[in-house]
């Protein structure tokens, strides 16, 4: 990746410090010649996450535009709505969404490399989403807590507690989505530090589908657990996105985690997004995280 991003009809705005930057010049729905999809690839791994405003595209628009960015994949245990191939519905009814911090899909072990989400419906207040930067709470890490975080490996799975169904009192459609989800059993064992195939960079692995630290009792994993997320989740390290129909956010799926903030009522938040196919994550001593529960790996997201 070259130091310093150019392009003579695209630009990077960014929007803290740490992560975001809004891409102007870009028009998701046509096909885009190849130096704007390398100055797209280039901007997602440097500034983590990318919106784009005003774009509208449809499913199929939806799909290529993804394409950029690698190929689309299937959720392990969710179907695509009718009449599209790989996307994933966020529909929120009764002031529902996944109001916890987490990446996409680490249950299994070659998650998605990246995120592309677009907005149809969004509430009159609320309804924002939060990153943080997983490679940049590395770096805040004081050194003993680095050379702890470089050993563990973390358990994550989908049959898990989130604070997901708290606020819906539909309980029938609580229990139809969560059926869906665990329909397939997943278990992964992750490296809690990573290294990024694209940047060289360290980045943690947590998030709520994290079940425990190998070869350690609950009550310790889940203490030093929460003192990894506190520097993934300090405000710094974020950036905030208050939704338009119409926008497309963009992430890296290898290096944030993202909170859907329910705060808007009993409005309707309808969003769709698609993941394109991730790598196995490989730890700073050079071994790969591994499927404990759940088809064979190859399988786990090509299907």
Sequence with gaps: ??????????????????????????????????DQQTYLREALARHKVLFLRDQHLDDEQHEKFSRIFGEPILHPTIAAPTGTKYTFELKSKNGRSTDSWHTDVTFVPAYPKASILRALVIPPYGGSTTWANTATAYDDLPEPLKLLADTLWAIHGNDYDTNYYKFDANKHEIAEFRAAFVSKIY?????????H???????LILGHFVKGLSGLPTLDA??????FQSYITQIENTVRWSWAPGDIAIWDNRATQHYAVA????????LRRITVKGDTPISVDGRKSRLLVGPD??????H
């Design 297 to 302: 790996s190859g399988e786990a997201l090509d």
């Design 263 to 270: 705060d808007f009522d009993t409005h309707r938040r309808e």
């Design 222 to 227: 889940n203490k030093i657990i929460e003192i």
């Design 1 to 34: 990746m070259s130091d310093r991003l150019s392009h003579p009809a695209l630009s990077a705005e960014k929007v803290t410090a740490r992560i975001g930057a809004i891409i102007h010049g870009v028009d998701a729905s046509v096909d885009l010649p190849p």
């Design 197 to 203: 195939p694209e940047t060289g960079e360290k980045t």
């Design 187 to 195: 278990e992964t064992e992750h490296p809690v530090v990573r290294i």
